[in-house]
Protein backbone atom coordinates (compact mmCIF):
# COMPACT_ATOMS: atom_id res chain seq x y z
CA UNK A 1 0.00 0.00 0.00
CA UNK A 2 1.49 3.64 -1.14
CA UNK A 3 -0.65 6.55 0.34
CA UNK A 4 0.46 10.38 -1.30
CA UNK A 5 -0.36 13.54 -0.04
CA UNK A 6 0.02 16.36 -1.89
CA UNK A 7 -1.45 19.77 -1.01
CA UNK A 8 -4.37 22.32 -2.91
CA UNK A 9 -2.84 26.07 -3.49
CA UNK A 10 -3.83 29.58 -3.99
CA UNK A 11 -2.06 31.73 -5.96
CA UNK A 12 -0.78 34.90 -4.60
CA UNK A 13 0.08 36.82 -7.81
CA UNK A 14 0.47 36.45 -11.95
CA UNK A 15 -2.30 33.63 -12.42
CA UNK A 16 -3.28 33.49 -16.12
CA UNK A 17 0.20 34.34 -17.36
CA UNK A 18 1.43 30.64 -16.67
CA UNK A 19 -1.11 29.41 -19.56
CA UNK A 20 1.38 28.58 -22.50
CA UNK A 21 -0.44 30.27 -25.08
CA UNK A 22 0.57 33.61 -22.86
CA UNK A 23 4.18 32.31 -21.77
CA UNK A 24 5.27 31.12 -25.12
CA UNK A 25 5.20 34.49 -26.30
CA UNK A 26 5.74 36.83 -23.52
CA UNK A 27 6.94 34.56 -20.13
CA UNK A 28 4.78 34.26 -17.57
CA UNK A 29 5.22 34.72 -13.72
CA UNK A 30 3.12 33.36 -10.80
CA UNK A 31 3.35 33.52 -7.17
CA UNK A 32 1.54 30.36 -5.70
CA UNK A 33 0.99 29.01 -2.23
CA UNK A 34 0.32 25.52 -0.94
CA UNK A 35 -1.97 25.28 1.71
CA UNK A 36 -2.71 22.47 4.59
CA UNK A 37 -5.43 20.94 2.27
CA UNK A 38 -4.78 17.78 0.65
CA UNK A 39 -5.63 15.18 -2.05
CA UNK A 40 -4.91 12.38 -1.06
CA UNK A 41 -3.72 8.83 -3.77
CA UNK A 42 -3.66 5.44 -2.21
CA UNK A 43 -2.34 2.64 -4.89
CA UNK A 44 -2.44 -0.80 -3.97
CA UNK A 45 -1.23 -3.98 -5.80
CA UNK A 46 -4.40 -6.80 -6.01
CA UNK A 47 -4.85 -10.50 -7.02
CA UNK A 48 -7.36 -9.38 -9.44
CA UNK A 49 -6.37 -8.91 -12.99
CA UNK A 50 -8.45 -5.69 -12.88
CA UNK A 51 -8.17 -2.13 -12.86
CA UNK A 52 -9.72 -0.67 -9.79
CA UNK A 53 -10.64 2.99 -9.43
CA UNK A 54 -12.27 4.96 -7.08
CA UNK A 55 -12.78 8.47 -6.44
CA UNK A 56 -16.11 10.30 -6.95
CA UNK A 57 -17.52 6.82 -9.32
CA UNK A 58 -16.14 3.63 -9.06
CA UNK A 59 -14.70 1.62 -12.16
CA UNK A 60 -13.48 -1.60 -12.65
CA UNK A 61 -11.97 -2.68 -16.30
CA UNK A 62 -9.82 -5.36 -17.72
CA UNK A 63 -8.18 -3.01 -20.37
CA UNK A 64 -6.41 0.48 -18.88
CA UNK A 65 -7.91 2.25 -22.32
CA UNK A 66 -11.16 1.84 -20.76
CA UNK A 67 -10.58 3.50 -17.65
CA UNK A 68 -13.01 6.90 -18.01
CA UNK A 69 -10.37 9.29 -16.15
CA UNK A 70 -8.35 10.73 -17.79
CA UNK A 71 -5.52 11.58 -15.85
CA UNK A 72 -5.67 7.88 -14.34
CA UNK A 73 -5.73 6.22 -17.90
CA UNK A 74 -2.94 8.32 -19.42
CA UNK A 75 -0.84 8.45 -16.31
CA UNK A 76 -1.23 4.57 -15.92
CA UNK A 77 -0.38 4.13 -20.07
CA UNK A 78 2.87 6.16 -19.08
CA UNK A 79 4.27 3.92 -16.44
CA UNK A 80 2.56 0.07 -17.61
CA UNK A 81 1.87 -0.42 -14.10
CA UNK A 82 -0.80 -3.08 -14.39
CA UNK A 83 -3.53 -4.41 -14.24
CA UNK A 84 -3.59 -6.08 -10.56
CA UNK A 85 -4.41 -2.35 -9.26
CA UNK A 86 -6.31 -0.54 -7.34
CA UNK A 87 -6.23 3.73 -6.46
CA UNK A 88 -8.40 5.34 -4.22
CA UNK A 89 -8.09 9.06 -3.88
CA UNK A 90 -9.88 11.13 -1.70
CA UNK A 91 -9.20 15.35 -1.10
CA UNK A 92 -9.61 17.14 2.05
CA UNK A 93 -12.13 19.83 -0.20
CA UNK A 94 -13.35 18.67 -3.43
CA UNK A 95 -12.54 19.30 -6.45
CA UNK A 96 -14.12 22.35 -9.06
CA UNK A 97 -13.61 24.78 -5.72
CA UNK A 98 -10.51 26.60 -7.41
CA UNK A 99 -7.82 25.10 -5.52
CA UNK A 100 -5.76 23.57 -8.12
CA UNK A 101 -7.44 19.59 -6.96
CA UNK A 102 -6.45 18.08 -10.63
CA UNK A 103 -3.14 19.67 -11.05
CA UNK A 104 -2.72 17.82 -7.40
CA UNK A 105 -4.46 15.00 -8.04
CA UNK A 106 -2.49 14.45 -10.92
CA UNK A 107 1.09 14.91 -9.04
CA UNK A 108 0.13 12.84 -6.16
CA UNK A 109 -0.94 9.55 -8.98
CA UNK A 110 2.45 10.20 -10.35
CA UNK A 111 4.75 10.15 -6.79
CA UNK A 112 2.90 7.16 -5.86
CA UNK A 113 3.10 5.51 -9.23
CA UNK A 114 7.42 6.18 -9.10
CA UNK A 115 7.48 5.13 -5.59
CA UNK A 116 5.61 1.86 -6.56
CA UNK A 117 8.23 1.27 -9.57
CA UNK A 118 11.12 2.29 -7.02
CA UNK A 119 12.08 5.02 -9.42
CA UNK A 120 13.59 7.98 -8.26
CA UNK A 121 11.90 11.32 -9.42
CA UNK A 122 12.40 15.50 -8.10
CA UNK A 123 10.32 17.42 -7.26
CA UNK A 124 10.93 19.20 -10.99
CA UNK A 125 10.63 15.98 -12.74
CA UNK A 126 7.18 15.37 -11.30
CA UNK A 127 5.83 18.58 -11.98
CA UNK A 128 6.76 18.79 -15.26
CA UNK A 129 5.45 15.44 -16.13
CA UNK A 130 2.32 16.32 -15.11
CA UNK A 131 2.20 19.36 -17.07
CA UNK A 132 3.07 17.04 -20.25
CA UNK A 133 0.31 14.59 -19.26
CA UNK A 134 -2.82 17.48 -18.93
CA UNK A 135 -1.37 19.70 -21.81
CA UNK A 136 0.25 17.97 -24.15
CA UNK A 137 -1.47 14.95 -24.18
CA UNK A 138 -5.13 15.93 -22.75
CA UNK A 139 -5.06 18.78 -24.56
CA UNK A 140 -6.50 20.69 -21.40
CA UNK A 141 -6.15 24.61 -21.82
CA UNK A 142 -4.48 25.13 -18.20
CA UNK A 143 -1.52 26.71 -17.49
CA UNK A 144 1.08 24.90 -15.06
CA UNK A 145 1.59 26.59 -11.74
CA UNK A 146 -1.36 24.02 -10.43
CA UNK A 147 1.29 21.34 -10.83
CA UNK A 148 4.41 22.44 -9.82
CA UNK A 149 3.15 24.46 -6.37
CA UNK A 150 1.54 20.23 -5.97
CA UNK A 151 5.63 19.42 -6.23
CA UNK A 152 6.91 21.81 -4.23
CA UNK A 153 4.94 23.47 -1.95
CA UNK A 154 5.78 26.39 0.59
CA UNK A 155 5.07 29.82 -0.93
CA UNK A 156 7.21 30.00 -4.09
CA UNK A 157 7.82 32.11 -7.40
CA UNK A 158 7.74 30.27 -10.87
CA UNK A 159 8.99 32.11 -13.47
CA UNK A 160 7.83 30.46 -17.30
CA UNK A 161 10.09 30.87 -19.77
CA UNK A 162 9.11 31.41 -23.29
CA UNK A 163 11.45 28.10 -24.53
CA UNK A 164 9.06 26.36 -21.77
CA UNK A 165 11.07 26.31 -18.71
CA UNK A 166 10.62 27.07 -15.20
CA UNK A 167 12.26 28.81 -12.85
CA UNK A 168 11.23 27.81 -9.19
CA UNK A 169 12.79 30.05 -5.88
CA UNK A 170 10.86 30.40 -2.48
CA UNK A 171 9.80 33.68 -2.07
CA UNK A 172 12.08 35.26 0.43
CA UNK A 173 9.70 36.52 3.20
CA UNK A 174 10.58 36.82 7.17
CA UNK A 175 8.83 34.40 9.50
CA UNK A 176 6.70 37.39 10.60
CA UNK A 177 5.40 38.28 7.35
CA UNK A 178 4.57 34.40 6.73
CA UNK A 179 2.83 34.67 10.07
CA UNK A 180 1.10 38.10 9.33
CA UNK A 181 -0.68 36.21 5.96
CA UNK A 182 -1.52 33.13 7.77
CA UNK A 183 -3.52 35.28 10.08
CA UNK A 184 -4.94 37.76 7.81
CA UNK A 185 -5.86 35.84 4.67
CA UNK A 186 -9.02 34.28 5.25
CA UNK A 187 -10.90 32.08 2.24
CA UNK A 188 -14.97 31.72 2.21
CA UNK A 189 -16.74 29.17 0.34
CA UNK A 190 -18.79 30.95 -2.30
CA UNK A 191 -19.95 27.42 -4.04
CA UNK A 192 -18.78 25.59 -6.72
CA UNK A 193 -17.26 26.77 -9.75
CA UNK A 194 -18.61 26.48 -13.54
CA UNK A 195 -16.05 24.71 -15.32
CA UNK A 196 -12.43 26.41 -15.34
CA UNK A 197 -12.14 24.93 -18.80
CA UNK A 198 -14.60 27.07 -20.31
CA UNK A 199 -12.82 30.51 -18.81
CA UNK A 200 -9.15 29.26 -19.58
CA UNK A 201 -10.50 28.10 -23.06
CA UNK A 202 -12.00 31.85 -24.14
CA UNK A 203 -8.42 33.49 -22.59
CA UNK A 204 -6.22 30.38 -24.67
CA UNK A 205 -8.54 31.74 -27.69
CA UNK A 206 -8.38 35.36 -27.31
CA UNK A 207 -4.19 34.98 -26.86
CA UNK A 208 -3.55 33.33 -29.71
CA UNK A 209 -5.76 36.08 -31.56
CA UNK A 210 -3.28 39.20 -30.38
CA UNK A 211 -6.68 39.66 -28.57
CA UNK A 212 -5.03 43.01 -26.97
CA UNK A 213 -7.48 43.35 -24.59
CA UNK A 214 -6.85 40.05 -22.64
CA UNK A 215 -3.10 40.68 -23.98
CA UNK A 216 -2.75 43.88 -22.25
CA UNK A 217 -4.71 42.40 -18.81
CA UNK A 218 -2.47 39.39 -18.83
CA UNK A 219 0.84 42.08 -19.43
CA UNK A 220 -0.90 43.87 -16.19
CA UNK A 221 -1.27 40.67 -14.45
CA UNK A 222 2.30 39.93 -14.60
CA UNK A 223 3.70 43.18 -13.67
CA UNK A 224 1.61 43.03 -10.78
CA UNK A 225 2.90 39.60 -9.57
CA UNK A 226 6.14 41.16 -9.74
CA UNK A 227 5.71 44.08 -7.53
CA UNK A 228 3.60 41.74 -5.66
CA UNK A 229 6.72 39.55 -4.93
CA UNK A 230 8.54 42.78 -4.15
CA UNK A 231 6.10 44.40 -1.44
CA UNK A 232 5.70 40.85 0.73
CA UNK A 233 9.51 40.63 0.38
CA UNK A 234 10.08 44.40 1.94
CA UNK A 235 7.39 42.75 4.74
CA UNK A 236 4.24 45.51 3.12
CA UNK A 237 1.82 43.03 3.74
CA UNK A 238 -0.88 45.70 3.76
CA UNK A 239 0.01 46.48 0.32
CA UNK A 240 -0.17 43.10 -0.75
CA UNK A 241 -3.64 43.19 0.25
CA UNK A 242 -4.61 46.71 -1.48
CA UNK A 243 -2.43 45.09 -4.53
CA UNK A 244 -5.07 42.08 -4.44
CA UNK A 245 -7.98 44.66 -5.09
CA UNK A 246 -6.27 45.97 -8.19
CA UNK A 247 -5.93 42.17 -9.39
CA UNK A 248 -9.56 41.33 -8.57
CA UNK A 249 -10.56 44.32 -11.36
CA UNK A 250 -8.63 43.23 -13.68
CA UNK A 251 -9.42 39.80 -13.34
CA UNK A 252 -12.84 40.16 -13.63
CA UNK A 253 -12.29 42.13 -16.77
CA UNK A 254 -10.93 38.94 -18.84
CA UNK A 255 -14.38 36.83 -18.69
CA UNK A 256 -17.71 37.78 -17.96
CA UNK A 257 -17.22 34.06 -16.63
CA UNK A 258 -15.27 34.84 -14.05
CA UNK A 259 -17.30 36.10 -11.70
CA UNK A 260 -21.41 37.17 -11.14
CA UNK A 261 -23.68 39.48 -9.35
CA UNK A 262 -23.96 37.48 -6.26
CA UNK A 263 -20.08 37.12 -6.36
CA UNK A 264 -19.30 40.85 -6.80
CA UNK A 265 -21.93 41.89 -4.20
CA UNK A 266 -20.10 39.38 -1.58
CA UNK A 267 -16.53 40.39 -2.49
CA UNK A 268 -18.37 44.27 -1.93
CA UNK A 269 -19.37 43.18 1.54
CA UNK A 270 -16.11 42.07 2.49
CA UNK A 271 -14.25 44.98 1.25
CA UNK A 272 -16.83 47.24 3.17
CA UNK A 273 -16.17 45.34 6.28
CA UNK A 274 -12.64 44.93 7.19
CA UNK A 275 -10.93 43.54 3.96
CA UNK A 276 -7.93 45.52 2.11
CA UNK A 277 -8.74 43.29 -0.57
CA UNK A 278 -9.20 39.83 -2.19
CA UNK A 279 -9.97 37.56 -5.06
CA UNK A 280 -11.70 34.75 -6.38
CA UNK A 281 -9.40 32.28 -6.64
CA UNK A 282 -9.23 29.84 -9.80
CA UNK A 283 -10.02 30.42 -12.67
CA UNK A 284 -13.88 31.76 -11.67
CA UNK A 285 -17.24 31.34 -11.46
CA UNK A 286 -17.53 30.33 -7.65
CA UNK A 287 -15.10 28.47 -5.19
CA UNK A 288 -13.33 30.36 -2.23
CA UNK A 289 -13.08 33.99 -1.95
CA UNK A 290 -9.94 34.82 -0.70
CA UNK A 291 -9.12 38.37 1.07
CA UNK A 292 -6.72 39.80 3.39
CA UNK A 293 -8.10 41.27 6.01
CA UNK A 294 -7.45 44.61 8.39
CA UNK A 295 -10.22 43.17 10.41
CA UNK A 296 -10.94 39.69 10.89
CA UNK A 297 -13.61 39.95 13.66
CA UNK A 298 -15.56 42.12 11.41
CA UNK A 299 -14.58 40.50 7.90
CA UNK A 300 -15.53 36.79 9.36
CA UNK A 301 -18.95 38.63 10.93
CA UNK A 302 -19.96 40.11 7.72
CA UNK A 303 -19.55 36.45 5.80
CA UNK A 304 -21.31 34.65 8.27
CA UNK A 305 -24.40 37.08 8.02
CA UNK A 306 -24.84 36.41 4.57
CA UNK A 307 -24.35 32.66 4.92
CA UNK A 308 -20.79 32.10 3.59
CA UNK A 309 -18.42 29.26 5.56
CA UNK A 310 -14.89 29.96 6.03
CA UNK A 311 -12.07 27.23 5.57
CA UNK A 312 -9.28 28.28 8.32
CA UNK A 313 -5.80 27.33 6.54
CA UNK A 314 -1.89 27.42 7.14
CA UNK A 315 0.46 26.71 4.80
CA UNK A 316 2.09 23.68 3.26
CA UNK A 317 5.78 23.56 3.17
CA UNK A 318 6.67 19.92 1.78
CA UNK A 319 4.93 19.58 -1.14
CA UNK A 320 3.83 16.11 -2.39
CA UNK A 321 4.67 13.21 -0.10
CA UNK A 322 4.28 9.57 0.48
CA UNK A 323 3.08 9.21 3.40
CA UNK A 324 2.83 5.37 3.91
CA UNK A 325 5.10 2.61 1.71
CA UNK A 326 4.75 -0.54 3.02
Not at 79 to 86: K, L, T
Not at 232 to 260: A, P, T, Y
Request: charged share 25%; proline share 2%.
Amino acid sequence: MIITRTPLRISIGGGGTDLPSYFERFGGFVISAAIDKYVYVALHKTFQKTYMIRYSQFEAVDDVASIKHPIVREAFKLHDVGPFIEMVSMADIPAGTGLGSSGSFNVGLLRGIYTMKREPVTNFGLADEACKLEIDILREPIGKQDQFIAAFGGITCFEFEKNGGVNVAPLRISNDSLADLEDNLLMFFTGYSRSASNVLSDQKKRSEVDDKEMLNNLHFIKDLGITIKKELEKGNCSEFGRLMHEHWLHKKKRSSGISSDQINRWYDVGFANGALGGKLIGAGGGGFLMFYAKDRVALREAMAKEGLSEVRFRFDHHGSRVMVEN
